[in-house]
């Protein structure tokens, strides 16, 4: 019912800034998930979530892994279904391939193994931190 295109990963120098986009495309035209958002796996580890978008009733709620509070802000543009993540003061822990994912909450918490019971998974997009 989605299908989820990201770009923007390249390699950057750490301490340096990036932005991921992430286009939405329904295939039912109705379609809309309650929340989107973004994963990364790095080599050799589990993927996870790095930030979370919902929307309700009273508002969207955001929700950010630990590691990357204060330096990633993920936000919208509802009218081109467009999704992003500004990265910025980028570290080399930082390397991973990115996606972009979309469910139906709940939870409002970007989780791997919701995505993958009952959401959508981009195709991914590198981004390589070099130290």
């Known amino acids: 019912q989605m299908q989820l295109a990201e770009s923007g990963g390249r390699v950057v120098q750490a301490g340096g800034s990036l932005k991921l986009s992430c286009v939405a495309s329904?295939?039912?035209?109705?379609?809309?998930?309650?929340?989107m958002g973004w994963f990364r796996q790095a080599p050799g580890k589990k993927r996870e979530g790095v930030a979370g978008?919902?929307?309700?009733?009273?508002?969207?709620?955001?929700s950010y892994v630990d590691s990357v509070k204060e330096r990633f802000t993920i936000s919208q543009d509802i009218a081109k279904k467009l999704l992003f993540l500004q990265m910025n003061s980028l570290k080399p822990e930082d390397t991973a391939m990115y996606y972009c994912a979309s469910w139906d909450s709940p939870p409002f918490d970007p989780i791997v193994a919701v995505v993958t019971a009952r959401g959508f998974w981009g195709q991914g997009t590198q981004v390589t931190v070099s130290s």
């Open positions: 978008l919902c929307w309700g009733a009273n508002g969207n709620k955001t």
């Open positions: 329904p295939i039912t035209p109705t379609f809309r998930p309650d929340c």
